[in-house]
């Protein structure tokens, strides 16, 4: 794949020669850190580009943006390999950095493409595979290393670290990596890391300031303490407590790991919460925020703190929601039907948080639903491995108008509302035959 970086870096160099650039990416952290790398590549390279990221490609936005390709080079980061469809007939080239699940058989010669799936299949997250294009570009961009850490860190693939992963932590300075509880965020006061900690979840804690005091008096560890402070036996201690309230789960293996913490903004900062705060900033309208953040921009910093604070308190708003709302349930399924009482941008991260709780059996397949405008987000999760959930949402709008994206762990689509019956009916027949074949 490496080989294949380094040759895709020498074309985009001849075919940008002439043409301004237009970025286009995804609006989690690892589309936001991968628009932020390349946008800093771009801009040493004194190019002239545009940004924008999107919750998704749907038809409505491609139907836009494919004609620019004409008078600008189309370059996408973190998404549209599910979408290669709409780039049969593409006169002109375009660029594609991406890390999701691909049909190869639809590629032409004019879609320039990184995409982990065509060669070995190694982890890599879509910030990754953007860090190792900037570094061939110029090892001047080395510095951008961190981002994709974050773009790793967000996107999960921080526990069992590939080879290719590892390489890019090695290249970024001023990181530090220690085991521990893996609570948000090291560097914060317990009273505060524990109140907010909705993954793990810990019953009587998580959203109870009362609950909080009283597990840290009975382990004997000051409120005020971070993670990243405690003793071995402090560590202990507090992990053995946490795992007792947890003790319905029957997986703990989401609990302890390694701890990244970097030097960012001149602060020594955990990166899961710098990948939740900027996931938060863009989930809830302010990718621009989002943006000049991993950039480091002073005057974002603030901003991003304030929109942080209150997408914890959305989030443990939507989970309280989410419990008093009617639940579909089956065998090995639960459908979360939220429509317009929580946000269609965050059902994805609750849905997450819900199946690293305690309250489902391993397997068990949760598919969460919110109305956005006309039409309704779906966001499929598992607790636990099971089956592929990307191609279990695509035989379930197989006749429905709707793109699937995402991965075996973790897939979503738009689909419209007018089709929410047909999409139920659809989705409970393909979990039922689902489940009979596991």
Do not use: W
């Not at 032409?108 to 190694?122: A, G, T, V």
């Not at 993954?199 to 109870?208: A, E, L």
């Not at 900027?278 to 302010?286: E, K, M, V």
């Not at 006749?399 to 659809?426: P, R, W, Y």
Request: with cysteine; glycine share 6%; hydrophobic share 40%.
């Amino acid at each position: 794949m490496l080989k294949r970086v380094s040759e895709l870096a020498e074309e985009f160099l001849e075919l940008s020669k002439d043409k301004p650039i237009r970025l286009i990416s995804h609006h989690d952290t690892d589309g936001i850190t991968s628009a932020a790398i390349i946008s800093q590549m771009l801009k040493r390279l004194d190019k002239k580009f545009t940004i924008k990221i999107v919750k998704g490609l749907d038809e409505e936005i491609l139907k836009r943006e494919i004609p620019r390709a004409e008078r600008e080079l189309l370059f996408f980061t973190d998404l549209a390999s599910s979408n290669l469809d709409y780039f049969k007939d593409i006169k002109h080239p375009i660029f594609i950095l991406d890390h999701h699940e691909i049909k190869k058989q639809k590629l032409n010669e004019n879609i320039k493409i990184i995409n982990p799936h065509l060669f070995n299949n190694e982890e890599i997250c879509g910030a990754g595979i953007s860090y190792l294009f900037a570094k061939a570009i110029s090892k001047h961009n080395k510095d951008l290393a961190k981002l994709a850490v974050i773009g790793m860190v967000g996107d999960r693939l921080d526990s069992d670290v590939s080879k290719i992963n590892q390489s890019i932590i090695r290249d970024a300075k001023e990181l530090t990596i220690r085991k521990g509880l893996l609570i948000f965020s090291a560097t914060r006061p317990l009273r505060r890391s524990l109140q907010y900690s909705t993954s793990p979840y810990i019953p009587g804690v998580t959203g109870d300031q009362r609950g909080v005091i009283d597990l840290l008096r009975e382990v004997g560890i000051s409120p005020e303490k971070t993670i990243s402070e405690l003793d071995d036996k402090e560590m202990s201690k507090l992990i053995t407590a946490i795992m007792i309230r947890r003790s319905a789960h029957s997986q703990h293996d989401g609990l302890i790991g390694n701890i990244y913490l970097l030097k960012f903004f001149e602060r020594i900062e955990d990166l899961r919460e710098l990948s939740v705060l900027i996931n938060a900033c863009s989930r809830l309208g302010h990718s621009d925020i989002a943006l000049s953040f991993c950039l480091e921009n002073e005057k974002a910093y603030a901003t991003a703190q304030d929109i942080y604070i209150k997408y914890k308190q959305e989030l443990i708003s939507g989970l309280q929601t989410i419990e008093k709302i009617e639940q579909i349930k089956g065998s090995g399924f639960v459908i979360l039907n939220a429509r317009d009482f929580v946000k269609d941008t965050i059902i994805g991260t609750i849905t997450s948080i819900i199946s690293s709780s305690a309250n489902h059996e391993e397997g068990t397949i949760l598919i969460g639903m919110a109305y956005n405008q006309d039409k309704i987000k779906v966001s499929a999760r598992i607790v636990g491995k099971g089956r592929n959930l990307k191609e279990m949402l695509e035989k379930t709008v197989v006749n429905l108008k709707a793109e699937v994206g995402g991965h075996q762990k973790a897939a979503g689509c738009l689909i419209k509302k007018e089709d929410e019956d047909k999409f139920l009916e659809s989705l409970k027949k393909t979990l039922e035959i689902e489940i009979v074949k596991l």
